[in-house]
């Protein structure tokens, strides 16, 4: 490793990173933060992944750490993949880190940060510790497709009673694996949903009709419950189907993960010792069993015996994105319950050091008329203060851009509409690559019709 240089200004990061542009105020005080349980909100737009891989290059710099001592957690495959070559081009380009195959000044190859996805990390976990609580390593992960079959198998060996529960077998398989995952993620199971059914539903039993709903609203509660107590019995039969065939889903990942972590707390030790630096992406589409495992991992004692561990999440409560699958928004909102500060260490004089939040609000992708839209809309989040979000802000060179809306009569035209809007931005600017032009769309559905419209 090279000596450590004083990276205390911009303009010295930007020397130090060779990069084209200058981090702004902002960007630069979450990229030098202590080595300290931190949040950074990252509005939309505001350069998160940017942020992210100079910290490390600046930790790294200032001979903080050793690239192979930190972390990086993300969601998808793609996101993973995309977070590791910005921290690995942006350490090469600082000389810090050797092109592969380089060997090191004790002639070993050179060791690069950690970048995984958070299910990817869980099973690492459990591939290295996972005996320690009776998980058999070769346990192996199935897909959806493979769910899906399996639940069916589950549903068709059950023996026990269903009356209440009579939607059609392609629609109880949904049910059936969407609870499922639910229990996981939350780290709820099935006796413990049913202790809550025993308590809740004789409350609604004898509930009187309100004004507005009428019996048929407290009717139809009833029957929730009672479907549910139904669908319970074919998560077990499916849940001991996986077991009895040795295998597991992703949420069962996390779920072993956080137990894992929760029940040996020397594996957080190691965890610890292993890294010094972790940054955990997109922290507001955390699950409640995710951000377990995390805590229970990262925010153990100090070597020294203090409080405390130097863990980075970067995340925005106004992009949440997977509450359906049961990530809660509450995680980066109670950070700091999760991962408290750093405390004195015992039988010392060192003050604690409170967890610290950066935020991030000049939108670098879009104009000013864009950003404009976007804050009136999203007016009502921000009036929330519990979510530390502010208005996005543009860039100083942003131009004003333009915002138009259209109503047309029919799906149809809206489809034809947005694929002559395409081509005419396309056909206006000469420098403009298909590639630059972006459409959004309300889900997966809708994307495939946009998609047909633009290629036909």
Request: aromatic letters at 6%; proline letters at 5%; a negative charge.
């Amino acid at each position: 490793m090279t000596s450590a240089r004083v990276i205390d200004t911009p303009a010295a990061l930007r020397a130090v990173m060779g990069t084209d542009f200058e981090f702004s105020a902002q960007q630069f005080a979450a990229i030098s933060a202590p080595l300290a349980p931190a949040v950074v909100i990252a509005g939309a737009g505001s350069g998160k992944t940017e942020v992210m891989a100079a910290r490390v290059v600046y930790l790294v710099a200032t001979g903080q750490v050793r690239p192979e001592q930190v972390l990086g957690l993300t969601f998808t495959t793609k996101a993973a993949s995309e977070l590791l070559a910005r921290v690995r081009g942006s350490l090469r380009r600082a000389g810090l880190l050797d092109e592969p195959g380089a060997a090191g000044e004790a002639g070993e190859e050179q060791q690069e940060p950690t970048v995984a996805t958070y299910n990817a990390y869980a099973a690492n976990l459990l591939t290295e510790h996972g005996l320690r609580i009776g998980h058999e390593p070769d346990t192996r992960v199935i897909a959806d497709a493979s769910r899906y079959q399996l639940a069916a198998r589950a549903i068709s060996r059950h023996r026990r009673s269903v009356t209440a529960l009579t939607d059609h077998l392609d629609t109880v398989i949904g049910y059936l694996l969407q609870l499922d995952g639910q229990l996981a993620e939350h780290l709820v199971g099935p006796d413990q949903l049913r202790a809550w059914h025993r308590a809740e539903r004789p409350r609604w039993a004898g509930a009187e009709p309100g004004p507005k709903g009428g019996r048929g609203k407290i009717d139809a509660i009833l029957s929730a419950f009672d479907r549910r107590e139904e669908l319970l019995g074919l998560v077990e039969d499916y849940r001991r189907l996986k077991a009895d065939l040795g295998l597991m889903d992703f949420s069962d990942q996390i779920a072993l993960g956080a137990r894992l972590a929760t029940e040996c707390p020397e594996v957080g030790q190691l965890e610890r010792d292993r890294y010094a630096v972790v940054l955990l992406d997109e922290y507001q589409d955390t699950s409640v069993a995710q951000a377990n495992m995390l805590s229970a991992l990262f925010s153990g004692p100090t070597p020294e015996g203090g409080r405390g561990h130097a863990v980075t999440a970067v995340g925005d409560p106004n992009q949440a994105i997977y509450g359906w699958r049961g990530a809660s928004v509450s995680n980066i909102l109670g950070f700091a319950e999760d991962f408290p500060p750093v405390t004195a260490v015992p039988g010392t004089a060192a003050p604690a050091t409170a967890g610290a939040v950066y935020t991030l609000t000049v939108n670098r992708r879009s104009d000013r008329r864009i950003l404009a839209t976007a804050n009136h809309l999203a007016a009502p989040l921000y009036a929330d203060a519990r979510t530390r979000s502010a208005r996005l802000e543009p860039k100083p060179e942003a131009g004003q851009g333009r915002v138009r809306a259209a109503l047309l009569e029919t799906y149809d035209d809206e489809l034809a509409f947005l694929a002559e809007q395409v081509v005419a931005a396309h056909a206006q600017r000469s420098e403009l690559a298909w590639r630059d032009i972006g459409v959004l769309t309300r889900d997966n559905a809708h994307a495939a019709d946009v998609y047909d419209a633009l290629i036909g």
